[in-house]
């Protein structure tokens, strides 16, 4: 389908931006000695240190003291407090995040199929979502990245990118902070972190983090206690040398570990009144809790060539061990669970990006030019249990994927009209090679192994992903832009195809278009800031699953059967009132939908498909206020309350059975903080999380008839943190 952009900014839209640039080159400029002012956010979006206000994408930039106010440790955690952003559990995982971004993302967990949206630590891609769910050791900042990021960050980002920033070690610094915090259902999480020179030209720092809770159901057969326990630890060390201001070494081992127990999946057929349950079906045998490991080395070398570019190497290598385990439905059908499912994911990576960064003599002209490869191989295994026959289906899939890429991108800022136009146009060329093997099984009671279907599978991608971007500055503290910019999901492998015929074929890539105005802009002497996009997505040969076999509609296979258009608006606004009280608004909206799906008989399907995680309103409101206490500190209070519109939480719409309502979820925290404690830092929290106990779920289906999990009820605790 030939793409076109269609306009939806409305009149009112456009007289509204013209009257805010009008007001703004009425405004005069802020004096140098300007009062209080909100706090400059640095974000490396653009792969280099730049102003939030100057970067033109849609991002939500999450630094520490802000990840700790809100109570966020995972990537999990993000979805409630960025608006357009939803990240749900996997049936089979809680510790595989399905993430979406602007509506695009991916519901499966094959390791035959890759995720829809980046998931990046240090400039290190993640090519697999199990293990996602674990806890971030030390954290500088979070950055979400809304829309196709398909020039600087290539596959797989076509709803747009996560990047994790850690903490670098601090040169002569010697640093240390513990965190205990303790609540609701012996809520348990312990974090520490120890910085030391080594010398004046290197330094070393450690964190750890351990978190552990009971579930809220309890397991009222065998095995684990409860199920949805929490039991996870992160390990990070990191060494830094900086020998002089032209070269930088920084090395970094992180290994993390999830144990924790399923979830527990309720039984829900349409149209069923259900509440939370307080505990499972006796009927529950060997509940297993979950075993995921991740592991990481990397090494970043930065030279400064000269005054004016710096290269950089980013080489990692990543391995993932991952078991998990989900009972499905014991004691609802019978005197057993309907099905029991065990994976196994044994997953390494390693990947290199050598990047040269730039500016011009003139400063006209900044540019970051770049070559990538990646190297995956994962073997993993699903023994689909059924205990009332005793009969075990088994399907093993090994994948080898490589990915290379080049791209290069430049800004352009011209003499003319007071170097206040920036041009900004980039291109990545992209290629993959990816390869896969299933083979199936079936155990009998009997113990005998019937072998199945057996296939071996070859796909190679080119992509070419441009970008433009047309940016003016109306004043220092008003832009606004306007972002051409393509995305690319590389093809793969269905191993639930409906034959061996149809695995071995696979499926094509994907490709997204998307159309951005946005603006960027401080007002009141940098007291308000508010930044706000509109965008529209054209989205083609989406990777779908849909029917291919008239005599069998049980038959389902992947396949580049959609086209959609996304269209939405994004708000971020903060308001320093008072030089104490600090609130913040973000909303997002979102429209899509399909345009024509053909499944694989060549019927139009299309009013049988909605989006997945793409509620149509969702917001964040959030207000902070310090009160000074002399000598004691300063006490502050926050509260912030997040929303979702109703949304469909798989992808068919029949009789609404999958259909999400809305809710709302109120947070809060208290914090006392002394500075003069044993010559350090000291604060007391108290913290609250869904403190209305408010019910909501994740709805699961056909299977079974539908089932669902439940999310988080009420939880609250006291947090001691100790800074020297």
Known sequence: MPRHFVPFTTMTSLTLLGSAIAVAQEEPAPEPSAPVALAEIVVTAEKREASLQDTPISVVALDSERLDTLGIGDVSDLSTFVPNLQLTPHTNSASTPRIFIRGIGNYDDQITQDPSVAVYVDGVYIGRTQGM??????????????????????????????????????????????????????????????????????????????????????????????????????????????????????????????????????????????????????????????????????????????DLATVKLISAWRDLDSFVYQDYLSGVFGPTAALITENYVEQNQWSHELQLLGDTSNGRLSYIVGLYAFDESADGVTNNVLPATGVTATNAAAIRNKAYAAYAQGTYTPAAMDERLHLTLGVRWSRDERDAELRNSTRLASGTVIPGDQGVGRRDFDDVSPTLTVAFDFTSDLNVYFKVADGYKTGGFNIRASSIERFEQGFGEETLRSYEIGVKSQWLNRRLRVNAAVFQADYDDIQLTAQSDISDPTRADILNAGEATVRGVELDATALLTDSLIVGLSYGYLDAGYDRIIDGRGIDVTNQFAFVNAPRHSLLADATWTVPLGSLGDLSFNASYSWQDRKYSTASTANGIYEIGPYGLLNGRITLTADRVADGLLRVSLWGRNLTDKEYSFIYGPLFGGFRAWGEPRSYGIELTYEH
């Open 133 to 306: 769910g674990t806890e971030a050791a030390d954290l500088e900042r979070i950055e979400v990245l809304r829309g196709p990021q398909g020039t600087l960050y290539g596959r797989n980002a076509t709803g747009g990118a996560i990047n994790f920033i850690t903490r670098a070690p601090e040169l002569g610094s010697w640093r240390f902070s513990q965190t205990l915090s303790y609540g609701r259902r012996d809520e348990f999480r312990s974090r520490t972190m120890f910085n030391a020179p080594l010398g004046e030209a290197a330094a070393v720092r450690f964190s750890y983090v351990n978190t552990s809770k009971d579930g809220f159901v309890d397991n009222l057969g065998t095995g684990e206690p409860t199920f949805g326990a929490e039991d996870r630890d992160a390990l990070r060390a990191d060494l830094l040398w900086r020998p002089d201001d032209r070269w930088e070494l920084r090395y970094a081992f992180d290994r993390s570990t999830i144990e924790d127990t399923p979830f527990y999946l309720q039984f829900a057929p349409a149209g069923a009144p259900v509440s939370i349950p307080s505990a499972s079906s006796p009927a529950v045998q060997d509940l297993r809790a979950n075993d995921v490991v991740t592991r990481g080395h990397q090494l970043t070398l930065s030279w400064r060539a000269t």
